[in-house]
């Protein structure tokens, strides 16, 4: 798609408003999607791998910056600046439009749950867990002992005390007392 500033038809008001009129070469656009599609952070401000992001902590420049050589300093300075907008753009929609906020944190805890769905199925898959929780009689001793490694490491990996009651009390493969649930 060539969607552009170039191919963005603007209007002046007499009250000096500007106003978009009109689009051109725009057929192949696939950015032109409905409103509630396009809600979240914009792809140019978004970096999914960076922590100091995804944390939401205010950004500031390497301790050793003024050791580092002018090339680092400049992809620190960049880092930075891009950390610095992100979280601005976050805090001013939290503050300024609390809407459009609580759909970006929606999408976030989408993603979280999508890849808990997604790591549940491979481990569904690995012990052949079948659609009512029912593994093969021949396979039973090795699932077992299969989720119970994996519960094992998951507590080991546990961060607080907290995570591991979630661990604990919600754990997938742990036999389930189903008169709890009727």
Not at 72 to 90: D, F, I, K, M, P
Not at 104 to 123: F, Y
Not at 153 to 159: I, V
Request: aromatic residues 8%.
């Amino acid at each position: 798609a060539d969607l552009q500033q170039s191919n963005i038809v603007v209007s002046r008001s007499p009250d000096s408003n500007w106003q978009g009129v009109g689009l051109l070469d725009w057929q192949h656009a696939s950015i032109i999607l409905p409103p509630f599609l396009l809600a979240g952070v914009p792809e140019r401000l978004q970096n999914y791998d960076d922590p100091i992001l995804q944390s939401m902590a205010p950004s500031s420049l390497p301790e050793t910056f003024h050791e580092l050589d002018e090339t680092n300093q400049s992809r620190g300075e960049e880092l930075y600046r891009h950390r610095l907008v992100y979280y601005h753009y976050l805090k001013n929609t939290e503050e300024g439009n609390k809407l459009h906020y609580d759909v970006c944190e929606t999408m976030e805890l989408d993603e979280v749950q999508r890849g808990a769905d997604d790591a549940l199925e491979v481990c569904e898959n690995v012990i052949d867990l079948g659609p009512e929780g029912w593994v093969p009689t021949q396979h039973y001793e090795e699932a077992m002992a299969f989720g119970k490694q994996m519960k094992t490491d998951a507590l080991s990996a546990a961060t607080s005390a907290e995570e591991l009651d979630d661990i604990m009390g919600h754990w997938p493969l742990d036999h389930m007392d189903e008169e709890k649930y009727e």
